[in-house]
């Protein structure tokens, strides 16, 4: 699978306040409708949405608690005029709109599975690309990058979906689904069910995971008493913030597939979530041997993974344990998971250690948060031992040690597919260690040719350097030596000047340039032009001594699509 899904940053841009509001004045015409469901807001914002295979008659299971279960699902997914569309039995007053449904049918079954995930999601939800790629593989509705965009360009051009990013940028970030759309489809799809062919595979995906949106309630009788659980496919934590439910809980779902606890939200300022500290939870693992999708991320409260459990999951594909603050190590028996492709471990800022078993994970395509540090351990694997994973096309690298040398990564040359590489420089490389590590530099006598020496990459097409301590860039960061790179970021630091590449005659082939928080960085638009001579876009932020730049009030430059020369330098305030 490509690197391209990792391409994918946080959004939190909503220009789509006009339809709320035009949704808030609407509802205020139903004053009578919606004071009912407000009493029920509160235990609504505690469910844990589950996403399960049941077969269609589940809607009669709750029969008995028919009010609570039809009330709460009628807060979240109701329509404009609060109407109950849960409740199957409930007569519509508008008919399903024929249009909207006559264009879903057009899709492909598996494009209809696709685009009903929006409708699971509350409305007006931002969703990243990232995590619906990962729902998507973990369903199994596919596989690959190049099919993730065509569906989502092709829901795009319909209108069901509108992307939500910034005004010069070409790569969509997340999306949301239209608000008028949402309510109509959740409609629509809910009456085509009542009729459903046993054939229609995605309406009937879409009719059962929705008939269990009142799952994990707070009483907990309902939790335990769950019944067939051996058809539970997905899991899906839309707003509950403890997961204080225990492992009786899990007794028999060894079909789930995705399992999604953690943070969703495209913000983040997304819903705390935590563990509580005597929680078994994570050992019910051990029973999910079909699970595909693991995600945990932002959970706090996690120490470590529970390594018999982990080593039952010999068919995860992607293992999500972002922004775990509190968790400290990895478990050896990562080495079980044969299958996985995708791994974050970013933002656990308590990992010290990376450990050997990672090399055994052959099938790796995207490592996020590889932790370089100065603890000893005989057991612990180093960035150039990477290269060893044949697959790997995307690695981020923490660096908080003041013993490695940034030149130990001209070993990422000898990566044969690695396509995106991000270090980071963390606190532990204090200001006076930069300092005389950057005097160390400077002492040593310059070889004019090492440059050249070190060999060459042409798969690696993004650099991103953050924080970088030194004042010029490393001796392997060179046009000869990185000939496919087309994206060049560096953030804060105390780099200077880009001198080892103005001497001589090279040319870099970036086509897009971003250059934040850089105080001491020194240079003017001529020069850069010359050194980057088919730059496409260019951004910056707090460099004041980058003089003569003709961006515009947001510090973004784009060349113009005619064949005509850039602008003219100006100077911008």
């Keep these: ?9 946080d959004s939190n841009d909503n220009p789509h306040n006009d339809n709320t509001k035009k949704k808030d ?31 269609l008659q589940l809607a009669t299971r709750r029969k008995k608690k028919k009010d609570k279960t039809v009330d709460i699902k009628s807060e979240h997914r109701g329509d404009k005029d609060g109407r109950n569309i849960a409740n199957p039995t409930e007569p519509e007053s508008d008919a399903p709109e024929p249009q909207c449904w006559a264009r879903f049918k057009n899709f492909e079954p598996r494009e209809q599975k696709c685009l009903s995930s929006f409708i699971l999601l509350p409305e007006n939800a931002v969703v990243k690309k990232r995590l619906l790629v990962y729902w998507w593989i973990g369903e199994g509705f596919l596989d690959d990058l190049k099919t993730t965009t065509e569906i989502l360009d092709k829901f795009m051009g319909e209108k069901f979906i509108l992307p939500a990013k910034k005004n010069y940028q070409k790569v969509v970030k997340s999306f949301k689904m239209c608000p008028d759309l949402h309510s109509r489809m959740t409609s629509v799809l809910a009456e085509e069910a009542k009729s459903l062919d046993s054939k229609s595979d995605a309406l009937s995906w879409f009719h059962s ?9 707070p009483f907990q009788d309902e939790v335990y008493s769950l019944r067939n659980q051996e058809k539970v496919t997905t899991l899906f934590n839309i707003s509950k913030g ?38 078994e939870l994570l050992k019910g693992l051990k029973n999910m041997e079909n699970l595909r999708f693991l995600s945990l991320q932002g959970i706090s409260g996690i120490q470590e993974l529970p390594g018999r459990s982990i080593s039952s999951l010999g068919n995860l594909r992607i293992l999500d344990l972002r922004a775990c603050y509190n968790l400290e190590k990895l478990p050896n028996e990562i080495a079980s998971l044969k299958k996985l492709t995708h791994l974050d471990i970013s933002e656990c800022y308590l990992l010290d250690c990376m450990p050997r078993e990672l090399l055994s994970l052959s099938e790796l395509q ?31 690298v923490n660096l908080n040690s003041e013993n490695f040398s940034i030149d130990n990564f001209s070993a990422v040359l000898k990566f044969d597919k690695l396509q995106k590489l991000k270090i980071t420089w963390g606190g532990k490389f204090s200001k006076v260690n930069r300092n005389k590590k950057s005097q160390q530099e400077n002492k040593k006598p310059r070889d004019t040719n090492a440059d050249n020496r070190t060999g060459s990459n042409e798969t690696l097409e993004k650099l991103e350097l953050q924080c970088f301590p030194h004042k010029t860039l490393p001796k392997w960061v060179h046009p000869n030596n990185l000939r496919g790179l087309k994206k060049l970021y560096i953030r804060g630091g105390g780099i200077k000047t880009l001198s080892r590449i103005q001497v001589g005659n090279q040319k870099w082939e ?20 010359a050194l980057f001579p088919k730059l496409q876009i260019f951004e910056k932020f707090k460099c004041p001594k980058l003089t003569l730049c003709p961006c515009d009030c947001t510090g973004v430059w784009v060349r113009s699509s005619t064949k005509e020369s850039p602008p003219l330098p100006q100077t911008t305030s």
């Design 510 to 529: 970036v086509e897009t340039l971003r250059l934040k928080y850089l105080n001491e960085f020194n240079i003017n638009w001529i020069e850069l032009m």
């Design 242 to 279: 403890s997961l204080d439910f225990k492992i009786e809980s899990f007794p028999k779902m060894n079909n789930i597939k995705v399992l999604y606890l953690g943070r969703w939200e495209s913000s983040a300022e997304g819903h705390h979530i935590e563990v509580p500290a005597d929680s």
């Design 1 to 9: 699978m490509s690197s391209e899904i990792e391409e994918i940053v």
């Design 209 to 217: 995971i929705s008939d269990a949106l009142s799952w994990f309630q």
């Design 25 to 55: 004045n609407h509802s205020n015409n139903n004053s009578t409708d919606h004071s009912n469901s407000d009493k029920k807001e509160d235990g609504w914002k505690g469910t844990l949405t589950s996403v399960l295979c049941y077969p």
């Design 366 to 396: 995207v490592l996020k948060g590889f932790v370089i540090t100065d603890t000893k351990n005989s057991n612990s694997c180093t960035p150039a031992e990477l290269a060893g994973l044949e697959k790997l096309t995307k690695l981020s």
